[in-house]
């Protein structure tokens, strides 16, 4: 079994930052794809970034190309989303998913931190 842990959330202003972080347990941590999710007020859950086990490959949610980054350290068993340029639209709780299958469903999640956006 694998727990997820975010933290980092909180409340900002528009156009500042915030690095949210993931802490696994369990299983191999470095073997598997880890994503970050989002669900706005009132929304349904989207994607939001996701790399690769070895960090090799990532992708992420067009609306956030360009101000968000993902990262991981396989070492503390972490993986990170760097906010920058932070939106009004970008306040949702923010989850961490781990073990991608291949169709793109995910095994493991956190209980989510909360982002506001807001001045």
């Known amino acids: 079994q694998v727990q997820l842990v975010e933290s980092g959330g909180g409340l900002v202003q528009p156009g500042g930052s915030l690095k949210l972080s993931c802490a696994a347990s369990?299983?191999?941590?470095?073997?598997?794809?880890m994503g970050w999710f989002r669900q706005p007020p009132g929304k349904q859950r989207v994607f939001v970034a996701r790399?690769?086990?070895?960090?090799?490959?990532?992708n992420y949610a067009d609306s956030v190309k360009g101000r968000f980054t993902i990262s991981r350290d396989n070492a503390k068993n972490t993986v990170y989303l760097q906010m920058n340029s932070l939106k009004p639209e970008d306040t949702a709780v923010y989850y961490c998913?781990?073990?991608?299958?291949?169709?793109?469903?995910?095994?493991?999640w956190g209980q989510g931190t909360q982002v506001t956006v807001s001045s």
């Open positions: 790399m690769s086990a070895l960090g090799a490959t990532t």
């Open positions: 998913a781990g073990l991608m299958n291949t169709k793109g469903e995910y095994s493991y």
């Open positions: 369990g299983r191999a941590f470095s073997s598997y794809t």
